[in-house]
């Protein structure tokens, strides 16, 4: 999977913008948490090369970025989890789970 590392807060507007011409996944992953890792590994065994032509990926370390991990929650309205995902579809999110509820079938059904 070749995620785009988001890392700056001015990302967070550039992905609402994307998102009005591709969804976009957010995976925000804490390297500390063993439920984390186990739900980051789940996803990447199913996540096939040719799922990036129907969804843009992100990745946001928790640990380095706690402050945008929160800046985040609170553009897109939801409650701050870890690990989680946000799939943004027109500047929305239109899906979100957090911790084992993270399901390739669930994430790729959305879009």
């Not at 990036?52 to 991990?69: A, G, K, M, W």
């Not at 690990?83 to 959305?110: C, E, R, T």
Request: hydrophobic residues 35%; aromatic residues 8%.
């Amino acid at each position: 999977m070749n995620w785009n590392k988001l890392d700056q807060a001015e990302q967070i507007q550039e992905i609402k913008a994307l998102s009005n011409e591709k969804p976009v996944l957010i995976f925000k992953h804490s390297t500390r948490c063993s439920i984390s890792s186990m739900s980051l590994d789940r996803l990447l065994r199913k996540w096939k090369d040719s799922d990036s032509e129907q969804v843009t990926p992100y990745f946001l370390d928790l640990i380095s970025r706690r402050d945008l991990s929160e800046l985040v929650a609170k553009e897109f309205r939801v409650p701050h989890e870890s690990p989680q995902v946000l799939l943004i579809k027109n500047g929305d999110v239109i899906y979100d789970n957090s911790h084992f509820g993270i399901s390739y079938a669930d994430i790729m059904g959305k879009i």
